[in-house]
């Protein structure tokens, strides 16, 4: 025998009758109260609302109602009304110690609604509260496990990669994810310091490498430039008049001449020569 089905099949009959029996009540105090109790029994949503309503503690079929009129049997019937625009909620700075050791505060913004207002209702005591707590340690358990570089420099990953992993928490709670930003990124000072020395340094090696490679570049320019020059006699020699045209274009009151090496090596030569007549 199976007694524990038979009890349960009796309970279910007794509160079948007991519901019917009070939905019948309900119907003679709104009918006797008629019109006041239209008052108290219409119901209107809004266009961004649905109404999740309780029938002696049960769930309506049919899911969530609205927008428009709805109506409320007294006495028996409890409803809540969920707001299914899209919410925005700053995360707290969370300090965060990075993969490489280093303590940084980064805060976030975060941006999700409502999809399915009988599970926000049923499946979460307080829905919204519990998204937050859960963006604060979504965003420690994401950048935790980043280096200082990768949090800096790949914000958007961070953000999508967070985003993921909050809307597969918040499905069953009737809850969507939207949008994650991470907004700021803050340093210690000491930290702060370090970075700008580094950095410096840096751009200081760039500049030496830079200007020993314009060195070079410049050094065989001057070499191809010779070699041109030694290739005809007079080349050099008007270049000394361009040099010397430049030179009195500025006015100046003292003027160099180089004398070529050339002259200089011939006079040796000739000085060498009369000594040796001699």
Known sequence: MNITGDSDGKRLEKTGCCEKLLGILSMVVIILTFP???W???KVVRE???AVVFRLGKLLPGGAIGPGLFLVMPCIDTFVKVDMRTVTFDV??????TRDSVTVA?????YYRVHDATAAVTNVVYADGATRLLAQTALRNVLGT???SDIVSEREVIARSMQTSLDEATEPWGIKVQRVEIKDVRLPPQMQRAMAAEAEAIREARAKVVSAEGEMNASRSLK???IVLGESSGALQLRYLQTLNNIAAERNSTIIFPIPIDILSALRSNSNSSSNML
């Open 48 to 50: 961004y609302e649905r």
């Open 106 to 110: 980064v805060d976030a913004v975060v």
């Open 224 to 226: 191809e430039a010779a």
């Open 92 to 97: 707290p700075p969370q300090e965060i110690l």
């Open 40 to 42: 108290f029994c219409l």
């Open 146 to 148: 980043r280096s200082l």
């Open 36 to 38: 006041l109790s239209v």
